[in-house]
């Protein structure tokens, strides 16, 4: 296995658990519009482009809408989920994240943020670690939506680490398969049965040991 050089974190999800938050915003938007949307369809939404996301609740409400009635609907959705954001602070970090951060800045490995939110940089500000990332890539930055790799071989550009050389932490299937198109290590937090496809999986960042960090780090 290669020495991991660089890492990559996802955000919502990995970082912090943000998808109450853009349950509630798709939850009330699908509301306004006529039907009910679903935790459970939440979950297919993880990864996934906000354009893309309200494409299937429409595909899902059987609902649809002009140009710029979609737009609206978008910018409307934001602003809620932002609403949802505003008390966010250090405590909203997930168990076990800052253990792992920590070790990467002893250890001098450079990390990046590689996220398909566009509200990435004003919830790392919220929690205090924007200025711990050597990068941050969200969804200003990309043009294509996981398991598209995009998001992470510019990251990996950013932090002047090769692609077979990171190591990405993902909770979604599509960012996982993203991973392992671009040729680095993938690490799914979540469910085993789930994330099957990552090379390695923790139930959190709670249960990662920093031996298993070192190991990758010095092999």
């Given at each position: 296995m290669n020495k991991i050089k660089g890492v990559i974190f996802d955000l919502d999800g990995v970082i912090v658990?943000?998808?109450k938050f853009h349950f509630l915003a798709w939850k009330k938007l699908a509301n306004d519009l006529g039907f009910d949307f679903t935790e459970l369809q939440n979950e297919e939404l993880k990864g996934v482009s906000r354009v893309r996301s309200l494409e299937k609740i429409l595909e899902w409400g059987n609902t649809s809408l002009s140009k710029d009635e979609f737009a609206q609907k978008m910018a409307v959705k934001n602003d809620n989920y932002l609403s949802y954001l505003t008390n966010m602070n250090s405590a909203?970090?997930?168990p076990g994240v800052s253990k792992v951060i920590n070790f990467l800045m002893e250890e001098k490995v450079p990390f990046a943020l590689g996220s398909a939110s566009k509200n990435a940089r004003p919830i790392l500000e919220k929690t205090d670690l924007i200025n711990k990332f050597h990068a941050?890539?969200?969804g200003n930055d990309v043009s294509k939506?996981?398991?598209?790799?995009?998001v992470f071989i510019i990251a990996a550009e950013k932090i002047g680490v090769a692609q077979e050389n990171c190591l990405v932490f993902e909770d979604s299937v599509a960012g996982v398969q993203a991973a392992?198109?671009?040729g680095m290590i993938s690490v799914g937090i979540g469910e085993k049965e789930v994330l099957h496809e990552a090379d390695y999986v923790f139930s959190s960042f709670e249960e990662i040991e920093i031996d298993f960090l070192k190991k990758l780090v010095t092999t």
């Open positions: 658990d943000t998808a909203d970090i997930l941050i890539v969200d939506a996981k398991p598209d790799p995009e392992n198109i671009a």
